[in-house]
């Protein structure tokens, strides 16, 4: 195929609703409506009811929903919260910002997700949390995680980054956890036309808190209860996401309808896909494969004019930014196969059907 086919192309996507994305652009002009005000409130809004939780707050990130989930669960100096060793960066920063220290446990290896046996033996008197990711777009084990917090009194959050749309038995992501974090950089599955995260709740106590520490500290103007940040979602943010999502519903579906394809017709044993329980209704905001030869398949395909990703190549724990907590290699062997051996098809909602054939067709003949 003479044509290029990456990992991921936001191209597509974004000239189809330009002209929507545009008229709202201007709206947000006249009202110089730039920072939080009513496009992100309508966004929230509508957020909310389509993760069917009661609050939604736009922040300005991914990362700092993190952050900003420790802080309104009063985790800081001292504490340590667990997490997944194979998951982006920033489930770990949120974490050590506040002054606590992320505490690794390994993947599963079959679904890739964080391992609920792992969870317990790195539990201390000094753990507040356990961070589970939903990774890929896949919801991690909800039940056997909730039922480890609650038997050591632990809060659970969801690391909703990748997942938007995702549902677990049924439900929607993001109403499990005492709150779940979204990130809404351009490449997630639900992204803004430009920075932007959100979390969501149905705790009216987190919800306020984090109304305030989103908007420094303030609960009524220029009076600063504690040390806050500005940390608001932006107006052009608010207002583009709101449009895409409506589209999102579309989008998901069509993402399902490739990753499905590629499950039944790539028929080549040189390739593990991620394991799929019943009732962990993936929204692929990646389709990761592993190989026993990464970087051979990778230059193969990269011949061939198919360019994947890697997500993510060092395992969290093993990265030189966290060399201080002495985590070595052998700790979290199924994360650190993943790093090595994994490599991300292409996955996006405007792949063509030709396009989904030909990288089919690639692959089976790898
Ligand atoms: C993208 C992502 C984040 C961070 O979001 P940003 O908006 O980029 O700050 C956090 N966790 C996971 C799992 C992510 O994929």
């Not at 920063?93 to 505490?103: K, L, R």
């Not at 039940?143 to 632990?154: G, R």
């Not at 908007?215 to 583009?240: C, I, K, P, Q, W």
């Not at 196969?337 to 063509?352: F, K």
């Amino acid at each position: 195929m003479e044509k290029k086919i990456p990992c991921l192309d936001l191209k597509g996507q974004h000239q189809q609703i330009k002209q929507e994305v545009f008229e709202a652009f201007e709206k947000v002009y006249e009202n110089t409506a730039f920072s939080g005000g009513p496009f992100v409130e309508a966004f929230e809004k509508k957020f909310a009811e389509f993760c069917g939780t009661q609050y939604a707050i736009g922040v300005d990130n991914g990362t700092s929903a993190l952050q900003l989930a420790m802080l309104a669960l009063g985790i800081g100096a001292g504490d340590e919260v667990i997490i997944p060793a194979n998951t982006f960066i920033a489930t770990a920063w949120g974490v050590s910002y506040t002054g606590a220290t992320p505490v690794f446990v390994d993947n599963d290896p079959d679904t890739w997700e964080i391992d609920p046996a792992k969870i317990e033996a790195a539990i201390t008197p000094k753990t507040k949390a356990v961070i589970g990711v939903h990774l890929y777009g896949q919801p991690f084990d909800i039940d056997a995680v909730q039922a480890i917090c609650k038997k050591h009194n632990l809060f659970m959050i969801e690391d909703a980054a990748q997942a938007q749309g995702a549902q677990y038995k049924g439900k929607p992501i993001g109403s499990f956890g005492e709150m779940a974090c979204f990130s809404f950089y351009p490449g997630k599955n639900l992204g803004a036309c430009g920075e932007a995260g959100g979390l969501t709740t149905n705790n009216e106590a987190y919800y306020k808190h984090l109304l305030s520490l989103r908007n420094h500290g303030m609960t009524v103007r220029y009076y600063h209860d504690e040390v806050g940040f500005n940390m608001r979602m932006g107006g052009l943010e608010g207002a583009s996401l709101s449009i895409k999502l409506k589209y999102l519903p579309d989008w998901n579906k069509r993402r399902q309808e490739i990753a499905k394809r590629y499950q039944e017709e790539i028929k080549n044993d040189k390739l593990k896909m991620q394991a799929r329980p019943a009732g962990h209704c993936s929204v692929y905001h990646l389709f990761v494969v592993t190989t026993a030869d990464r970087d051979h398949l990778m230059k193969y395909l990269n011949e061939k004019n198919i360019f994947p990703g890697l997500h993510y190549p060092v395992p969290c724990h093993l990265q030189k930014a966290y060399t201080h907590l002495g985590y070595k290699e052998g700790d979290c062997p199924n994360a650190e196969y993943l790093a090595a051996h994994c490599l991300s098809l292409p996955m996006y909602a405007e792949l063509t059907d030709a396009d989904v054939d030909y990288v089919i067709d690639v692959l089976n003949k790898y």
